[in-house]
């Protein structure tokens, strides 16, 4: 009888994080490390355009590898744990490698699913990748809708294969609408160096309208080449290591560029008080585009050389209401 009752408390041990997580739907705001504001409609397929997102995911089994697939949905109370939501997946590694691009998504066949593995506090940080799609007729990722990011999620350890719960961020994207249509969406596009050499494939980055970069970023992505068969037109406009380029409303100046590490700490920056300007242009089936040439980063400072610098210059530089 006492080893039943041992067998039974330690299966409700074990159950009592998975069940918690079931109830956890929300990535909390603070947690959405880098999220940015907008992305764009992908019914037109030679259009679309991918989407990182820095997230930090609290309240899972200690521990354990969750397999996820990556879509977004306009309904805040959605919460499926079977089918796929809209959107394909850029799967990344907690190493930062972004290794699968598919426009399939199972939690039961190897290639269509991303993988992460928690820590002893039953966390993860990491990036996740999302492509726009048509959505149902562009029902998702039209024009002015503001879908949610969402992670349908198993515990392989208990569910197996089997979808068990879903993360959603607790702030939504807005969409730009298709950028085929002038006025929508401009293609921002360069290329970067860091220390006199090219940045590199598969760097993330984010841009911002201010100098600080404080807030949430208007766009966010990664450098190529990525290897990915994404096949969208803009990937010919991005064709050497270190370029780099996505949507921001045609409307916005960007004033700071920023490539990060699979962590999130910064690689480096470039700022403009006035705005980073180029050579405006088009290309098959986009409305608009920026090319703003190379732009050299500069290394995020040391802890010893921001104490130097002093308080207020460490306010400028750091950005104070940038998510850590």
């Known amino acids: 009888m006492n080893q039943l009752k041992s067998s039974i408390l330690t299966v409700a041990l074990i159950l009592m994080p998975i069940l918690s997580s079931q109830a956890q739907t929300l990535i909390a705001t603070a947690d959405e490390n880098l999220l940015p504001l907008y992305l764009t409609d992908g019914t037109t397929s030679t259009n679309r355009s991918a989407v990182a997102a820095l997230l930090t995911l609290n309240g899972l089994s200690a521990n354990t590898t969750y397999n996820y697939m990556t879509g977004a949905q306009t309904n805040a109370s959605t919460n499926p744990t079977t089918g796929t939501l809209p959107g394909n997946a850029v799967y990344v590694t907690s190493s930062g490698n972004i290794n699968n691009y598919t426009t399939s998504k199972s939690l039961t066949t190897a290639g269509q699913y991303g993988s992460f593995t928690t820590d002893a506090n039953g966390a993860y940080k990491g990036w ?11 029902t998702i990722f039209a024009a002015n809708k503001t879908p949610y990011l969402y992670l349908q999620m198993s515990n392989t350890t208990v569910s197996g294969t089997a979808g068990l719960l879903n ?138 050389a921001l104490l130097g610098l002093g308080f207020l210059t460490l306010l400028g530089i750091r950005g104070i209401s940038r998510k850590s």
């Open 167 to 304: 993360l959603r961020t607790t702030d939504s994207f807005t969409s730009l609408g298709n950028p085929g249509t002038a006025g929508t969406a401009t293609f921002f596009y360069g290329a970067a160096t860091l220390n006199g050499s090219s940045v590199g494939d598969k760097r993330f980055f984010a841009l911002w309208d201010n100098v600080g970069g404080s807030g949430r970023p208007l766009a966010a992505s990664w450098s190529e080449l990525d290897t990915l068969a994404i096949g969208t037109s803009t990937d010919g406009l991005l064709t050497t290591s270190g370029s780099f380029g996505t949507y921001v409303p045609t409307t916005s100046t960007i004033k700071r560029i920023e490539f990060f590490n699979a962590d999130g700490t910064s690689l480096g920056f470039s700022t403009s008080d006035t705005g980073f300007t180029g050579t405006a242009g088009t290309a098959t089936s986009v409305s608009s585009t920026f090319n703003i040439g190379s732009v050299s980063l500069v290394p995020e400072p040391s802890s010893a």
């Open 128 to 138: 996740f990748g999302l492509v726009s799609t048509s959505g149902g007729s562009g």
